[in-house]
């Protein structure tokens, strides 16, 4: 039934087509016009127009009219007939396949273009004056033509990911199961994989809400990553994750409040913001004001709009990043060191996540009452007054940066056994409680020494030690040694 519905309506896009379609004319290039649209059109791409203006530099002046890179446009009839007149042509001609005429419009006209802008700026490029052939749609033509038209993409640029997964969950959010199975297809041509990672986010419903922030803001959608996306779900750390996520959202919904303003963010507005600190570093600061009063950057706001903006930017950034779905992706490479790390303490079920297990460890461990552990130095805990939540949430974040602190940003890194022991042992005596730590513990090379120490000190053959304090001495002597503070290079 689907796959005959499914045909139904191609028989008639088919149909809107032929009915709606005037012809070809070779028009000039500062006459076609890309109006933007967040959800259907792109934002230039420079790289990509650079690339095409050296394959068109290394043709001649007739690649750059070919039949195959036709652009569609749309245009009222009426407005047609004015050009057909003025250009001397019969509407006829536009029709004939083995003809197509040259079209003129009066001064100041836009012919408005459905996709190509990156093919028409690299000829623009090259050669501002010339012509390209343009197939004349009537500007009255239905939503699933143009939709079709608008998608076709025909020797454009790959589609980025982000730009996927806002076409797939638009046509799932207005339940167009005909153009959502377009694009699934799409990609499955592209790439199984990043198929199967999109369809494992729409498993879990709170990453797809928080990945949904894209549909909000458009131009976040250039930093998206199927690619590597499985890997969020392979760490197990999803409130970790999530945390990260609706932090991205905070931060660009305080830069621009209004829902509207942030649709009409572009690529290099968060090109030029993200992972840079304004409020915080001078040359950042400098560099991106000067962008912004040329007006390469948010571009779309009048002067005053950029002011508040940059306002807001600087308030914000004054003592963090400015982050994207982009420094995302960037940071889960550098995530893997630490999740290795907390992964040696914990025993993982299946239904666990990595924070879950961490607090059943915590909560079966040394914890205090109204009391927790603060770490001051690498040798210095201390304790703080605080309640049960206060104690794990602090317990939480102070193990998490213990593990950064002792990861490489290398993805095939990984910690070594003396590692994870120093890294246990700081667990423990944070109130972490697992038979991991344990295990650690019992084989760092810190107990080891106490324990070869105890047992030289008074040899086995003519004294023993109380052997149910035995391990309470080996324990007081590794903690001894954590007191030692490391040499400053001044020392």
Not at 110 to 120: A, D, N, Y
Request: proline share 4%; net charge neutral; with cysteine.
């Amino acid at each position: 039934m689907r796959r005959a519905r499914s045909i139904e309506r191609e028989r008639r896009i088919a149909a809107e087509r032929i009915l709606k379609l005037r012809g070809a004319a070779r028009v000039k290039i500062e006459v076609l016009h890309f109006p933007h649209d967040p959800k259907n059109s792109r934002d230039v791409d420079d790289k990509h127009a650079e690339k095409l203006t050296a394959l068109l530099k290394a043709g001649n002046e007739q690649d750059i009219s070919q039949f195959r890179s036709r652009v569609p446009a749309i245009i009222d009839q009426h407005q047609l007939e004015d050009a057909i007149a003025v250009s001397g042509i019969s509407a006829e001609r536009l029709l004939d396949p083995h003809d197509c005429p040259e079209l003129d419009f009066p001064a100041g006209f836009q012919l408005e273009c459905l996709h190509g802008q990156h093919r028409i700026k690299a000829a623009a490029n090259i050669h501002p004056g010339s012509r390209w052939v343009v197939d004349l749609y009537l500007a009255d033509l239905n939503d699933d033509l143009k939709t079709a038209l608008i998608e076709e993409y025909s020797f454009e640029k790959q589609p980025d990911d982000g730009e996927i997964y806002c076409k797939i969950r638009e046509y799932q959010i207005s339940r167009n199961l005909y153009f959502e199975n377009r694009w699934w297809a799409r990609l499955y041509a592209i790439s199984e994989h990043k198929a199967r990672n999109l369809k494992q986010i729409l498993r879990y419903r709170e990453f797809m809400h928080a990945f949904d922030l894209q549909l909000d803001i458009p131009a976040l959608k250039w930093g998206m990553r199927l690619s590597t996306s499985h890997k969020i779900f392979a760490t197990k750390c999803y409130e970790e994750n999530l945390c990260h996520l609706r932090y991205i959202e905070e931060v660009w919904n305080e830069i621009l409040p209004d829902a509207q303003a942030r649709q009409k963010l572009n690529r290099a507005d968060v090109k030029a913001l993200e992972l840079t600190a304004p409020g915080a570093c001078k040359a950042d600061r400098e560099q991106l004001y000067g962008q912004l009063r040329g007006g390469k950057i948010f571009s779309a706001f009048n002067e005053q709009e950029r002011e508040d903006i940059w306002a807001k930017v600087l308030s914000i950034s004054s003592d963090r990043l400015i982050p994207s779905f982009y420094s995302y992706f960037e940071d889960m490479n550098y995530f893997q060191g630490p999740v290795k790390c907390i992964k040696s303490l914990i025993e993982l079920s299946p239904r666990d996540s990595v924070s879950s297990a961490l607090l059943r460890a915590f909560r079966d461990g040394n914890r205090r009452v109204n009391q927790y552990v603060v770490q001051e130095s690498e040798s210095r805990f201390v304790l703080r007054p605080g309640d049960v939540s206060d104690g794990e949430d602090f317990a939480l974040r102070q193990i998490w940066i213990i593990a950064m602190r002792y990861s490489e940003a290398k993805l095939e890194w990984k910690p070594s056994k003396a590692t994870l022991c120093e890294i246990a042992a700081h667990a423990y005596r944070l109130g972490f409680k697992s038979t991991p730590i344990l295990n650690l513990i019992q084989g760092s090379a810190d107990r080891q020494i106490a324990h070869k120490a105890l047992l030289e000190a008074r040899r086995p053959d003519r004294f023993k030690y109380d052997s149910a304090a035995f391990e309470d001495y080996i324990k007081q002597m590794v903690r001894f040694f954590s007191t030692a503070e490391a040499l400053t290079e001044e020392e």
